[in-house]
Each structure stands twice: as C-alpha cells, then as structure tokens.
C-alpha cells in the first residue's frame, strides 16, 4: 500500500495498493478527484495539478521492510560471491598452465601447428579465468558491505550478561 497527501491539504490522505508508480499515481489521482466532484474537498487546486504532484507519505513502519530488502541484497551479494569465488577457483589452474604455455610465442624455438592450436583453445580459458578473477575481485568489495549489513542484523538486541 502507498498513501499520498497534497501539500495543499496535508489532512487529506489518499491510500492505493501497490507501491509508488506512475499507475499508482494515477489511481490516487482518481481518488482525487471524487473528492473534488463530491465537495469534499477543502482546497481549491489550480489547474496543472497532476499525478506528479502527489506527496508520499512514508510511513515509519515500512522502514523494517526496507531492512528487510537490504538482508536480502545482502545475502544475494554473498551467494554472487561465493559462486564467482568457485568459478576462478576451478579454472585457476588450467589458466596458469596455459600462461606458462604463452612464453613460447616470445622465443625463437620453432613450434607446431597443433602447439599454436592448443594455445588458442587455452586462450579462451585464460580468457574465460580473467575475467571471472576481475568479477569476483568486484564482487568481493560490494561483499564487504553486505558483509557489515548482516553482522549489524545479527547483533543481538539484548544487552551482554554481565561479567562478574
């Protein structure tokens, strides 16, 4: 649920399901203008008001729920991380050996066509490692503060027990 009020006729509270949209908006402008076709309401608006003039009234009890939505984000974050985190892991290795392997294009020892058709596949690997490597390097600073979001959604409410 949303609620809007004019800043003309702050008592004045129009509730429409949903969350703030332009449809929403829209719905509350109906609501609107029955008052107004009914005389119910005490401000004469000038013409141009519209949807967009609407104030949402933000109610201090929906603020669990966007505490809420950042545990879930927080969460989500995590899960991105660990499985970017799996993903270099498993290709780590076989990238490091095609590194290796790039050392011989910058020697004048002769190579073979299946050598240089090895390579290529490997690139793709290398390739493939790198970029989950930078992914999960960024994953990893976003975490940092998902991590902070739960360990502060964790702390216990209650106050310690006392040492003796």
């Known amino acids: 649920m949303v609620q809007y009020t004019l800043a003309q006729s702050p008592e004045i ?67 991105s991380l660990a499985t970017l985190k799996l993903k270099a892991q498993e290709s780590r290795s076989e990238a490091l050996q095609v590194r290796k392997q790039i050392d011989v294009l910058f020697t004048d020892e002769p190579v073979t066509e299946e050598e240089i058709n090895g390579l290529k596949e490997g690139f793709k690997v290398l390739k493939n490692y790198a970029q989950t490597n930078l992914r999960y390097r960024d994953a ?25």
């Not at 603020?63 to 969460?75: F, K, M, T, Y």
């Open 13 to 79: 509270i129009l509730t429409v399901s949903g969350k703030d949209s332009p449809k929403a908006r829209d719905k509350a402008m109906d609501q609107l203008m029955e008052l107004m076709d009914e005389g119910k309401l005490p401000t004469d608006l000038a013409d141009g008001f519209g949807p967009q003039n609407f104030i949402e009234i933000k109610d201090p009890g929906t603020q669990p729920a966007s505490d809420e939505d950042a545990i879930n984000q927080a969460v989500q974050t995590l899960s």
């Open 140 to 164: 990893r600073s976003q975490a940092e503060d998902a991590r902070a979001v739960l360990d502060r959604a964790l702390q216990s409410s209650e106050p310690e027990a006392k040492k003796k």
